[in-house]
């Protein structure tokens, strides 16, 4: 048992959606370091560019590409397919990382927050992993099958709204559509599993985890007290992608710290003390 071949993807290309910020930096970097072609695609072509550099100034034995890529609408999706198309002929691994999220407290949460939203967080998912489906299949092996990872969320695990209603009903939606499609896949040789973040320093958290002083603040409310380093989300990246995770399918992975399985107080805790 190797493990370079383990968790290396030499030969392997992968397209990262939302791949020039947060998580989506983080999955890419890990991805090239293991020796793939990642593809980065985002609303921001040029943040994709300019990361894309960065990566490929690492030495490290994979390259990236990054352009502009929005799953937003149908004709977003299509292009998005068409450019992918045009840098390569496989494709091994598709991470849906692409998202937006919209607050507001509840009594004024707006009814727009709710389109925008599911409309990428799900829908553009969706219909970005059915285009490109032909290319999976192709690269797909009952030995070493194409990988599909969707980004869902803590939040879509556990009943935890923080004023982000449909950001957390549309990663629920993720968690539940990963399982769905896994199951439809498998015998084609296509794997799909879900990660669900807990607090990650990102665009969308920054108003949390800008400053050391606030991400330690938020830390202290995650079980393992901190909040996630970007080589969390690379080890399960090149175990969901490498050999090692040849055999798993329909898996959410609680990358949260423990959140995913925080309850309320114990019953007779103040009984017994």
């Known amino acids: 048992m190797d493990i370079d071949t383990l968790f290396g993807l030499q030969g392997k290309t ?6 020039a910020t947060g998580i989506g930096r983080m999955a890419s970097e890990a991805l090239v370091r293991a020796g793939a072609t990642v593809l980065l ?12 550099e960065e990566l490929n100034g690492l030495g490290a034995s994979g390259r990236a590409i990054g352009f502009a890529g929005d799953v937003a ?5 299509e292009a998005l397919v068409a450019a992918v198309g045009d840098r390569t002929d496989t494709l091994d691994i598709l991470m849906n990382n692409a998202g937006v999220t919209w607050g507001a407290p509840l009594g004024e949460f707006p009814y727009e927050a709710w389109d925008k939203v599911m ?5 553009g998912l969706f219909h970005l992993t059915q285009a490109l489906l032909p290319m999976l299949r192709a690269s797909g092996s009952a030995d070493d099958p194409a990988r599909v990872v969707n980004v869902g969320s803590v939040m879509g695990e556990r009943e935890m709204g923080d004023g982000v209603y449909s950001y957390a009903a549309s990663k629920a939606a ?3 559509l990963s399982k769905i499609l896994a199951k439809e896949l498998a015998g084609e040789a296509i794997t799909v599993n879900a990660l669900a973040p807990g607090p990650f320093v ?7 985890t800008q400053d050391a002083d606030m991400r330690d603040k938020v830390g202290q409310d995650v079980p393992l007290g901190r909040v ?3 080589e969390d989300i690379a080890g399960c990246m090149l175990f969901l992608c490498g050999r090692g995770g040849a055999y798993v399918t329909g ?3 609680p990358v949260s710290g423990g959140i995913n399985v925080m309850s309320g107080p114990n019953i007779f805790e103040q009984a017994l003390h």
């Not at 609408?73 to 999706?77: F, H």
């Not at 990102?202 to 949390?208: D, E, G, L, Q, W």
């Open 14 to 19: 992968a397209l990262v959606t939302g791949g």
């Open 251 to 253: 898996a959410v992975i």
């Open 202 to 208: 990102s665009r969308m958290t920054a108003f949390a």
């Open 73 to 77: 609408t149908k004709e977003g999706v």
């Open 228 to 230: 996630g380093r970007d």
């Open 119 to 123: 409309s990428i967080n799900v829908a």
């Open 174 to 176: 993720v968690i539940h």
């Open 41 to 52: 695609a985002s609303r921001k072509g040029a943040a994709c560019v300019a990361v894309a």
